[in-house]
């Protein structure tokens, strides 16, 4: 098929993106080339279905080894293609850790990261004394029995419009420490421990600190009320240790219904057979 070239450009696309970050350096695409991300990874692989290069704009930055299940992704393009060339030709050529879910042609105005409204993450832990092998890299594990249900009431002290400093990583970049939090719950399925979070945006490492202080509460070495403690104290050494990353899922991104996006993919599949 020979391509006619129209203005510049012909349109825009939003994709929604799953990968398993455990081989991966971040989404970021990095200046070393020494290091693999998801960011370049997709590039690399849309450039080719657009026969131009391709640049990417994600709804939220993840860490290494963190994972998606419903990453989204915008991206201009220069020549006219359906939206199911970018699902089935990237797909085709895209490694086994990532995939595109859906793909959906959009506004011009549409922003990945600024027209939406939340996002929503999973913190998913293998509470069991033996280390997991199936689940590798896809779980954290803690080994010492964990009570959700303290969990689950201590994180409903962080809901609202905070100042989140005390769960902040120390490199994060943003200008403003204030964050809303609009839903957090803990439950327990079999062995597995899952905190979902819901804000309008986080902070670097703000869910694997909150995940992190949850736990120690859970293992009843602090009170269900030290969550709120530590937030009030907007001081990062007042917190626990910051949890691993292999659990963690950036699970969907919210966004306005005069978008017309498809509906967010639940996910990681092992919790929904």
Request: hydrophobic fraction near 40%.
């Given at each position: 098929m020979t391509d006619t070239p129209v203005s510049e450009p012909a349109g825009r696309a939003a994709l929604c993106i799953e990968y398993n970050g455990a081989s991966f350096n971040g989404w970021q695409s990095q200046k070393s080339h020494?290091?693999?991300?998801v960011q370049e990874t997709l590039e690399k692989a849309l450039s080719e279905v657009a026969d131009h290069p391709v640049s990417l704009t994600c709804a939220g930055r993840t860490?290494?080894?963190?994972?998606?299940?419903?990453?989204?992704v915008h991206f201009d393009y220069r020549f006219e293609r359906p939206a199911t060339a970018w699902l089935r030709g990237g797909n085709s050529i895209l490694p086994p850790e990532v995939a595109i879910r859906w793909a959906s042609q959009?506004?011009?105005?549409?922003h990945a990261r600024f027209s939406a409204t939340a996002r929503r993450y999973r913190y998913?832990?293998?509470n069991n004394p033996v280390k997991p092998a199936i689940f590798?890299?896809?779980v954290s594990h803690h080994y010492t029995r964990l009570d959700a249900e303290r969990m689950n009431e201590a994180g409903q002290a962080l809901l609202g419009e905070r100042d989140f400093s005390s769960y902040r990583g120390?490199?994060?970049?943003?200008?403003?420490?204030?964050?809303?939090v609009m839903a957090l719950s803990v439950q327990r399925q079999g062995e597995l421990v899952i905190m979902e979070i819901e804000a309008n945006a986080f902070l670097l490492h703000?869910?694997?600190?909150?995940a992190g202080v949850l736990m120690e509460i859970g293992e009843g070495r602090k009170p269900v009320a030290w969550a709120g403690d530590v937030l009030e104290q907007r001081d990062r050494t007042r917190a626990g240790i910051t949890a691993l990353p292999h659990g963690l899922y950036l699970a969907g991104v919210s966004y306005p219904k005069s978008c017309g996006l498809p509906p967010m993919p639940e996910g990681p599949a092992f919790l929904y057979p």
């Open positions: 020494a290091t693999t991300t860490d290494a080894g963190v994972h998606a299940t419903g990453q989204v959009v506004s011009p105005d549409f998913v832990i293998y590798s890299g896809l120390a490199a994060c970049q943003s200008s403003t420490p204030m964050r809303n703000m869910v694997r600190n909150i």
